[in-house]
């Protein structure tokens, strides 16, 4: 069993940061890819942005890209995304999740492993 819990969320106005983390247990944190998802009320759960178990090869959706920034500690089997400029269309429920390889995948089936999720509200 994998127990993965995320941290960071909150209130913050457009243009705003704020820093998640997820915390992770259970498996060795270091040889699967990670990624963070998030799901806006009426729509589908959408990936962020993944990394790959050694941190060198990461992707960000289109969406955020230049925005938000993933990355790991692998000594402290921590995932994170630094998340700048903030929109209001930023708002969701943001999920990390651990894939079942070590390589970023935007491939939703090959993660297994999710965290509760954390809510980010993004006001105007």
């Known amino acids: 069993q994998v127990q993965l819990v995320e941290s960071g969320g909150g209130l913050v106005q457009s243009g705003g940061s704020l820093r998640l983390s997820c915390a992770a247990s259970?498996?060795?944190?270091?040889?699967?890819?990670m990624g963070w998802f998030r799901q806006a009320p009426g729509k589908e759960r959408e990936l962020v942005a993944t990394?790959?178990?050694?941190?060198?090869?990461?992707y960000c959706a289109d969406s955020v890209k230049g925005r938000f920034t993933i990355s790991r500690d692998n000594a402290k089997n921590t995932v994170y995304l630094q998340m700048n400029s903030l929109k209001p269309e930023d708002t969701a429920v943001y999920y990390c999740?651990?894939?079942?390889?070590?390589?970023?995948?935007?491939?939703?089936?090959?993660?297994?492993?999710w965290g509760q999720g954390t809510q980010v509200t993004v006001s105007s």
């Open positions: 259970g498996r060795t944190f270091s040889s699967y890819a």
């Open positions: 990394i790959s178990w050694s941190g060198e090869n990461t």
């Open positions: 999740a651990s894939a079942t390889v070590p390589f970023a995948t935007t491939v939703l089936m090959r993660y297994n492993y």
